[in-house]
């Protein structure tokens, strides 16, 4: 049975192979940086899914406040379990610990953006109850350096 936790650092070889599972494969550069950037912030959550002291999936959490909403919600924005670990339940024991803290944060929802060729994660996401939201934009903007 896998064990849900808080990530901490030396977990980031592992979050980084998930991640490029996900088709992100040069995090290993920066995973060390940006997992020290989201464990510092008060809004987000890094958990991991460890089971015979191997990561078996991930999932980051942003929690967002709402200021025309009664409740905030719950993003998140990286979710993968590794493949060889599919179907054991990790997913499911990674989105209800998901969801227990949106719940302890007062989210009254969980959002999550997931690309169109990832049929199997539709899937999943539709078994664990999400419902499509069809309209989402996205505009990619760059820094002057």
Known sequence: MAIIRTAVLSDAPAIASLLSDLGYPDTGGFINDRMQQLLAHPDETLLVAEEDNSILGVVSLHFIPQLALAGDFCRISYFCVDPA??????????????????????????EVHCHARRTDAHRFYYRQGYAESPLYFCKRIKRDN
Do not use: T, V
């Open 85 to 110: 670990a599919r179907g054991k339940g990790i997913g499911n024991a990674l989105e209800s610990r998901a969801q227990e803290l949106a719940l302890a944060r007062r989210c009254d929802r969980i």
